[in-house]
T-cell receptor, first 110, second 116 residues
Framework: RKEVEQDPGPFNVPEGATVAFNCTYS??????FFWYRQDCRKEPKLLMS???SGNEDGRFTAQVDKSSKYISLFIRDSQPSDSATYLC???????????FGKGNQVVVIP | DGGITQSPKYLFRKEGQNVTLSCEQN?????MYWYRQDPGQGLRLIYY???????QKGDIAEGYSVSREKKESFPLTVTSAQKNPTAFYLC???????????????FGPGTRLTVL
């Protein structure tokens, strides 16, 4: 079983909508969670880190439900510039390794 | 300006040849990683190093080799034994220190390797 599962999409959403991405993870020992943004043919860039139940930065909110092993990312008032692939990651191994999901691809349509 | 550099950006290799991908960081990070990304496959860990002169195999180490002689450098060699080497290769680093932020990985711009 994979450590982190994501539905790859793509998800097409209209500009201004709230977008929600979800990941599930398998190892209950995970205490740190991350969302990365990856543009086409570019490297992933760290978007948000979550060390408790949630984090918020502008239009972006990340939440973790540890009882369900569920990680969520919300983008409010989505913009065409938000179009990208969003990868979630956890730290389940007890060392510095991360487990990554395959990513959610979103296209925000003007 | 701190960051991670990878070179070259694009690399073409003939089948049967070994090739070395460069990764350098000036973030003073202890831990470094090599990933491979194929379409639809996500990030797969090849090798990682938590400290100088030490490294461990990741999930897909066969056909690859690494060295970690200096803290700032973690080169990856793709050998002729790697069956399907054409991919996007990403290097990353993290502080490796105790505490929650040690897991935050920062990526270089990547190298696209094509085997002809």
């Amino acid at each position: 079983r994979k450590e982190v599962e994501q539905d790859p999409g793509p998800f097409n959403v209209p500009e201004g909508a709230t977008v929600a991405f979800n990941c599930t993870y398998s190892n209950s020992a995970s205490q740190s969670f991350f969302w990365y943004r990856q543009d086409c043919r570019k490297e992933p860039k760290l978007l948000m880190s979550v060390y408790s139940s949630g984090n918020e930065d502008g239009r972006f909110t990340a939440q973790v439900d540890k009882s369900s092993k569920y990680i969520s990312l919300f983008i409010r008032d989505s913009q065409p510039s938000d179009s990208a692939t969003y990868l979630c990651a956890t730290a389940p191994y007890g060392n510095n390794r991360l487990a990554f999901g395959k990513g959610n691809q979103v296209v925000v349509i003007p | 300006d701190g960051g991670i550099t990878q070179s070259p950006k694009y690399l073409f290799r003939k089948e049967g040849q070994n090739v070395t991908l460069s990764c350098e960081q000036n973030l003073n990070h202890d831990a470094m990683y090599w990933y491979r990304q194929d379409p639809g496959q996500g990030l797969r860990l090849i090798y990682y190093s938590q400290i100088v002169n030490d490294f461990q195999k990741g999930d897909i180490a066969e056909g690859y080799s690494v060295s970690r002689e200096k803290k700032e450098s973690f080169p990856l060699t793709v050998t002729s034994a790697q069956k399907n080497p054409t991919a996007f290769y990403l290097c990353a680093s993290s502080t490796g220190l105790a505490g929650g932020r040690r897991y935050e990985q920062f990526f270089g711009p990547g190298t696209r390797l094509t085997v002809l």
